[in-house]
């Protein structure tokens, strides 16, 4: 499965810092290394309706 990951990217949402250190530790427990490396943060602003 390694080879088919080449990057997550995460967002917008609310908490995308949460997310991605989740997912990272997730990916771990698989057996993907440097899965924080392959994880990114969109820049795009989460907005809510109102």
Excluded: C, Q
């Excluded at 997912?23 to 392959?38: F, R, T, W």
């Amino acid at each position: 499965m390694e080879a088919n990951l080449d990057h997550l990217i995460i967002g917008p949402t609310p908490y995308p810092v949460v997310i991605a250190k989740a997912l990272g530790i997730e990916l771990a427990k698989y057996g993907i290394s440097y899965s924080m490396g392959k994880i990114t943060v969109s820049d795009i602003p989460f907005r809510t309706h109102i």
